[in-house]
């Protein structure tokens, strides 16, 4: 899919694109999963002009994967699995 809107990911990463896309076959590095959720984002503000958005990273990172959470980060992270606040409207 990122391949076929590539022209949408080179007017947006600019000098970056080489980065995370091979320039020859438009193809995704291994590394593009990091920063997919680009498209989503702008597509999300793009379509909801008035709404505030807020980006908010927890610091729960793969790296963190071993780390013991204090209680509410997990109380936090539960809370927003369980409902339908940040899905998308079908």
Sequence with gaps: ????DHVW???TLGPFYPGFFDEESNQPKPN???????HVTD???ARYKEVKFVWA??????ELTQVRLPPIASLITMSLDSCDCHRLPS
């Design 32 to 38: 593009f999963r990091k920063i997919m959720h680009i």
């Design 9 to 11: 990911w080179k007017q």
């Design 1 to 4: 899919m990122a391949q076929n």
């Design 57 to 62: 990273h927890m610091g729960l990172s793969m």
């Design 43 to 45: 597509a999300l503000i």
